[in-house]
């Protein structure tokens, strides 16, 4: 019994069961939310891409400015949050993936890294409805 108890306590089981749920609920969610999700990662994404060119470079920084890095992300979110909750929460689980990465959380940074591909992937291939991208 106490040994289940233990399990419940690990702050990286926890999360990963966290970023489970948060996925489920995500897939089942109408197309338009998970559209807004994957924009908010492509909008993290291409932030992260013209800042550092690649995780290589990111790892080289400084902490602190990997740290500014994180707080701009956060601001963005909280900007996003009263326009499209969708693209909000998209960039939150961007910031979430990159610093499980950097931790080494591997299992949830694969897991979550496998999903907002996906997400994003999906955002850049919808067009508007008069055919543009």
Known sequence: ????LQRRSDPARSELDEIKRVLRCLKLSPAQTRCAVGAGVCLANTDFMR??????????IPSGDRE?????????ESSLRS??????????LYRIW???LLAGRR????????EL?????????????????
């Open 98 to 100: 990159l610093a499980d």
């Open 68 to 76: 500014q890095f994180y707080s701009k992300l956060s601001d963005l």
């Open 107 to 114: 299992d949830a940074a694969e897991l979550l890294g496998e």
């Open 1 to 4: 019994m106490i040994h289940l």
């Open 83 to 92: 326009q499209e909750l969708g693209m909000a929460l998209g960039v939150g």
């Open 117 to 133: 591909t996906e997400l994003s992937r999906r955002a850049s291939n919808v067009r508007t409805p008069d055919g543009r991208d």
């Open 51 to 60: 800042q550092f060119g690649g995780m290589q470079a990111f790892r080289q």
